[in-house]
């Protein structure tokens, strides 16, 4: 009963490196997300997929690309690490973009030196 | 100004005692109220789901939602030390054009035994 994963766990990077980093759901749901969770800033919404196919910015989407290779991953790429991405990214998704309850992943913890 | 307001806490009470931990928004379009439990270095977990104005209740959780003040609170009866935790409310509507959840910043909860 996995739900959704996210690889890898921890990830230290050094200024100017990329990276991606992977999500995938067994639930069959249609939309999934990107978030970065970061002290007294709650969950801020990166990039979202409402359905297979489709991607859309969130909040704070400067910096990151996004790519849903089909209904089960969604994947966040960094591709010039920043220290201000040093934060905890959490892979979500929900049957439908709409007001749906989200399932979360327990995060990748990255750090930018 | 934050969409989403939550007392950052830590809130610390004694094990039995009865939690009152609260939010408040200022976008009247949210209609579907939500309160996640977060455990330190885990993803949030969805508690409770309402919609619009009333109560919820499940086990020892009940969520009120107060549409006329903007204000939701989740009530937490025989708090226990497995309760600690930090707890974030999120919430969405059908007329915000934005289709994912809007967080607070999270509650911080400790229930001493």
């Known amino acids: 009963n996995a739900g959704v994963t996210q690889t890898p766990k921890f990830q230290v990077l050094k200024t100017g490196q990329s990276m991606t980093l992977q999500c995938a759901q067994d639930?069959?749901?249609?939309?999934m997300y990107w978030y970065r969770q970061d002290p007294g800033m709650g969950l801020r919404l990166i990039y979202y997929?409402?359905?297979?196919?489709?991607?859309d910015k969130g909040e704070v989407p400067n910096g990151y690309n996004v790519s849903r290779l089909n209904k089960r991953e969604f994947s966040l790429r960094l591709e010039s690490a920043a220290p201000s991405q040093t934060s905890v990214y959490f892979c979500?998704?929900?049957?439908?973009?709409?007001?749906?309850?989200?399932?979360f992943g327990n995060g990748t913890r990255l750090t930018v030196t | 100004q934050k969409e989403v307001e939550q007392d950052p806490g830590p809130l610390s009470v004694p094990e039995g005692a009865i939690v009152s931990l609260n939010c408040t928004y200022s976008?009247?379009?949210?209609?579907?109220f939500m309160w996640y439990r977060q455990y330190s270095r885990k993803g949030p977990e969805l508690l409770m789901y309402?919609?619009?104005?009333g109560n919820k209740e499940d086990g020892r959780f009940t969520a009120q939602v107060d549409k006329s003040s903007k204000y939701i609170s989740l009530f937490i009866r025989d708090s226990q030390p497995s309760d600690s935790a930090t707890y974030l409310c999120?919430?969405?509507?059908?007329?915000?054009?934005?289709?994912?959840?809007?967080f607070g910043s999270g509650t911080r909860l400790q229930v001493q035994p």
């Open positions: 639930m069959n749901h249609n939309s």
């Open positions: 999120a919430m969405s509507g059908g007329f915000t054009g934005r289709r994912a959840l809007t």
């Open positions: 976008n009247s379009a949210f209609q579907y």
């Open positions: 997929s409402a359905s297979e196919g489709t991607t």
């Open positions: 979500a998704s929900s049957e439908v973009a709409d007001n749906s309850p989200l399932h």
């Open positions: 309402t919609y619009s104005s």
